[in-house]
């Protein structure tokens, strides 16, 4: 080690001799000469002592009176406040004067020092990159790294960043050896300001823990200044003064978790506590997660429940709706908070009243429910029930669970949807249930102006029971962009506007409504009941159509087709022909999933092959495949997207409210919509379950569209029943069913499925063809095609089928027929008053072929009635030649959606096809 060291050396590291440890003695030495020539300058050190009393005095009377200003402001301000703030004001003044003093002497030092960032991280890896945020640009001094267990290590590189473009700035280090790891002190001499700083090492597989600290010059900062101004005010309990220095300071810093923190305190202390939770969400969601949810659930504890006479209130309304005996329970109110501004998310506060009106409804309530997801923070949540009685039980949290909600895609790790549960105890008619918990959302990805571009969607009713009153209540911002949309029989939902406290609160309240829920589809409350949706104002459909394509094609250029995907092209032949075979390649052999690992490909040139290497991908990666693919065969292809979940657009709300893409390709003229994440679509139809539904197609325009809805004849199911005589009494015969379209990959994969589970091959077949041809006896079946590279599926075999019964010298029958799609089940047992649907368009057409010797002992057979309209048309034609008898029944469905003006048809057309869909028998005895 170098021991020529000056004095004026010594001088400059005098700050850090606590931190190095000197070894060598000889700058031991050094170190005591130099202090002992300090010591016998003995005039000089006087001269400097007295100049620091005089100071001292200058600060004390220049504190003093800053005090006596403040007490003097004070007096002036009594006479404009109110009675309650002179109280505490006057609590406020009584604070002793020396420790004004104090803190006045502290915050005037403070004020002109430096500042010290510092990180802290543990390591779990030879690599390790980590990062430090300031939040106010800097230009950093000094950069201290601690390796905690450190022999060895590489600072590979250090990053600088203004809002999010890196800057090149050079830097030189010394490294110094610690008993407990290394040091490395960094110097950064010239870099334009900056917000982040990342630190990249390499072999640190030996550290335990990085620590950085930044050293910044004060140099006049405004935000220091005003920070360390209301900590001065704070401490002194100069409240208001306190709270304007911290809201010009949030100004020029917003996003500091721990500005926050301080500042939910002050409000604790100024007893606003609604402020207080709202900037300890915000101290969260910046960084302090666990501190800032701490202070937030500490908030709730007292105030969670509502007023017990408020819900005395509901109770008594509720008794004066007339309302039929027959709904068990009812919602007296349905609550829900929305408070925007969280930097990036929004706060949810819902509050569920239930009442059991009917002690079955009771004993028959087990538990309530709520679902949140991995994207949410459940903030807390509590249960109790008021008795009949008038007696009060709040739930201990050991009846509260939490796990994977029913409807979670088990597949998709990247999104966790959970159900929270809260099991309740014995319950008996008149009870009241008081459900309350609070989340807090993601609310989607930020903008350049550091607004969201997020959307919610919500419901003010209740879907399971009547709702006495219904009230959706957003808190935001005055200058907050957000537009609303009330869907759904709007006229009922009565929306209300305020402005208070520089806070707008938009609220949609309904009252004694019944909810619609009574068909079988899985979009009826989108299509049905009253929905209130917002979404971010001045997002276009366009924009939002150009950001969701960049994210998922970005440098899709530079990627290469997978040689198994070339292959399939280079021998197909024409364009039609490979892309079919791809479709369903990517259909099959690629697992439907998403894994966390995944999302690092999107945007980068090897993504085609890495999906194909890692043999799963969801909706995105299966598209992206199939757009790949498209564009090799020179085909026009565009992404689409579509909320599976809602199944609705809300047009006037320009958002990304989308959870599924696909991929439609133009053939022949034509879109074709390509869903190979789905294991039941098809290649030469649409996917079944989306057909009718608006969908944004990722052009230049960014337009809304709708699928189109296939013709009948894309969805054919064909019976052909060949019959040869009489057996135990049944009918022995053949049949030759043949299927096309989506309800043929149904019953494929139905029937695979089915070889899994049953016994053996016959008696899975059977299982499955009971679905079509009820009470059917298999002897034998072959299987002609499969929907594995086709859309059609096709099976023959023997059967028996048609039990008669004995009457008199006849024999009686009923055949019967069935498709899983046709709603007749529903038909029969709801009533169906606002909505209806088929599954899909469809074309059914049976044939019975009796032999001579049946047609010889036929007597009779009955015949539906034809008809024809815009929704169903019912024929049946008879053909007699010298040796045979077959019977024609065809139903053909030329609509998915029934409106309104149709839905009078629907009885006749019901009926008609129940009937066309069995046939009754009548045989001569032998």
Not at 371 to 383: A, I, Q
Not at 625 to 649: D, M, R, Y
Request: charged letters at 25%; one cysteine or more; a negative charge.
């Amino acid at each position: 080690m170098d021991t020529n060291f000056s004095p004026a050396c010594l001088d400059n590291i005098a700050g850090e001799i606590d931190i190095i440890v000197f070894m060598d003695p000889a700058i031991s030495e050094t170190v005591r000469l130099h202090q002992n020539i300090q010591s016998e300058n003995r005039v000089d050190m006087e001269t400097v002592y007295s100049l620091l009393f005089v100071t001292a005095i200058i600060i004390v009377i220049r504190a003093m009176i800053a005090v006596q200003n403040e007490i003097n402001d004070r007096r002036l301000m009594k006479e404009d406040v109110d009675i309650e703030r002179q109280k505490k004001e006057k609590e406020q003044s009584r604070i002793p004067f020396f420790r004004l003093i104090y803190y006045k002497f502290l915050e005037y030092f403070r004020t002109r020092v430096i500042d010290d960032f510092e990180s802290i991280v543990d390591c779990d890896g030879p690599d390790y990159e980590m990062e430090l945020k300031f939040h106010v640009h800097r230009r950093p001094v000094k950069i201290v790294i601690y390796l905690s267990g450190a022999t060895e290590a590489i600072l590979d590189n250090i990053v600088f960043l203004h809002k999010g473009e890196e800057i090149t700035g050079k830097y030189r280090s010394r490294t110094f050896a610690r008993r407990d790891g290394i040091k490395v002190v960094t110097y950064v001499p010239k870099v334009t300001l900056m917000d982040k700083i990342i630190f990249r090492f390499e072999k640190t597989a030996d550290v335990r823990r990085i620590a950085v600290q930044t050293r910044l010059m004060k140099d006049k900062f405004e935000d220091y200044e005003l920070y360390h101004s209301a900590l001065g005010y704070f401490r002194t309990a100069q409240y208001a003064a306190a709270l304007e220095d911290f809201l010009r300071y949030m100004k020029l810093a917003p996003h500091n978790p721990d500005f926050h923190l301080v500042l939910c305190q002050l409000y604790m202390v100024m007893e606003n506590l609604k402020k207080a939770e709202q900037h300890a969400l915000l101290a969260a969601v910046n960084g302090r997660d666990e501190i800032g949810l701490g202070y937030y659930r500490s908030f709730q504890r007292d105030r969670l429940f509502m007023e017990t006479k408020e819900i005395e209130r509901l109770n008594r309304e509720a008794d004066q709706w007339d309302l039929d005996y027959q709904y068990g329970t009812m919602t007296l109110l349905k609550r829900q908070e929305i408070t925007h501004g969280l930097d990036g998310w929004y706060l949810l506060k819902s509050t569920l009243v239930l009442k059991l009106r009917r002690s079955l409804a009771a004993r028959m309530r087990r538990n309530i429910q709520f679902e949140f997801s991995s994207g949410k923070y459940l903030l807390t949540t509590g249960l109790r029930i008021i008795g009949a009685d008038g007696h009060i039980f709040e739930l201990p949290r050991e009846r509260f669970t939490s796990g994977d909600s029913p409807g979670k895609n088990i597949y998709i790790t990247t999104r966790d949807n959970k159900v929270g549960t809260w099991i309740l105890p014995n319950l008996s008619s008149g009870d009241i249930i008081e459900l309350q918990f609070h989340l807090l959302c993601d609310e989607g990805r930020s903008t350049v102006d550091g607004r969201t571009d997020g959307f919610i969607i919500l419901s003010p009713a209740d879907y399971s029971c009547p709702t006495l009153s219904g009230i959706i209540e957003h808190l935001l911002p005055p200058d907050w962009p957000i537009e609303f949309n009330i869907g759904n029989q709007p006229d009922i939902v009565r929306r209300h506007e305020d402005s208070t406290d520089g806070q707008r609160s938009v609220s949609f309240r309904i009252e004694k409504y019944i909810p619609v829920n009574n068909i079988d589809f899985a979009f009826e409350n989108s299509f049905l009941n009253p929905i209130v949706s917002c979404g971010t104002a001045g997002n276009t459909w366009e924009g939002i159509a150009r950001e969701i394509y960049n994210h998922y094609t970005d440098n899709y250029e530079k990627d290469e087709l997978p040689p198994v995907l070339a292959e399939i092209i280079e021998k197909s032949g024409t364009p039609r022909r490979a892309l079919r075979k791809a479709f369903y390649w990517v259909r099959d052999k690629l697992k439907y999933a998403s894994i966390g690992s995944a999302l690092g490909y999107i945007g980068k040139p090897g993504r085609a092959g890495a999906i194909v290497e890692s043999g799963v991908g969801d909706c995105k990666d299966k598209s992206y495949l199939l757009f790949l693919v498209s564009k090799k065969l020179g085909l026009e292809a565009e992404f689409v997207t579509i909320s599976t979940e809602n199944g609705i657009i809300v047009e006037n709300l320009p958002a990304d409210q989308f959870d599924h893409i696909l991929l439609r390709v133009n053939l022949d003229g034509h879109w074709h919509y390509l869903d190979a994440a789905s294991a039941y679509a098809v290649f030469d139809s649409n996917p079944g379950y989306l057909q009718g539904l608006k969908i944004l197609a990722l052009n230049d325009e960014g337009t809304i569209e709708t699928i189109d809805i296939d013709p009948p004849e894309k969805n054919v199911l064909i019976f052909t029943e060949t019959f040869e005589n009489i057996k135990a009494d049944r009918l022995q015969g053949t049949f030759h069913l043949l299927a096309a379209g989506n309800g043929a990959r149904l019953l494929d994969e139905n029937w695979k499925w089915q070889s899994l589970q049953a016994r053996d091959h016959l008696q899975s077949a059977q299982l499955v063809l009971r679905s079509f041809l009820p009470n059917i006896l298999l002897k034998s079946y072959d299987r002609l095609s499969q929907t594995t590279n086709s859309d059609t599926f096709e099976v023959l075999g023997v059967h028996n089928r048609c039990q008669f019964s004995p009457l008199g010298e006849r024999n009686i029958g009923i055949i019967e027929w069935n498709d899983p799609n046709l709603p007749l089940d529903y038909w029969q047992t709801l009533q169906l008053d606002r909505l209806f649907l088929f599954h899909q368009t469809t074309h059914i057409n049976i044939n019975l072929i009796f032999s001579q010797e049946l047609k010889n002992r036929m007597l009779d057979y009955s015949v539906p009635v034809s008809m024809g309209n815009d929704i169903c048309d019912i024929t049946c034609k008879t053909n007699i030649s010298n040796d045979s008898l077959t019977v024609s029944r065809n139903i053909v469905i030329k609509k998915k959606f029934v409106g309104q003006d149709e839905i009078h048809l629907i009885p006749e057309i019901m009926t008609g096809m129940d009937k066309a869909l069995q046939m009754a028998l009548s045989f001569r005895r032998d």
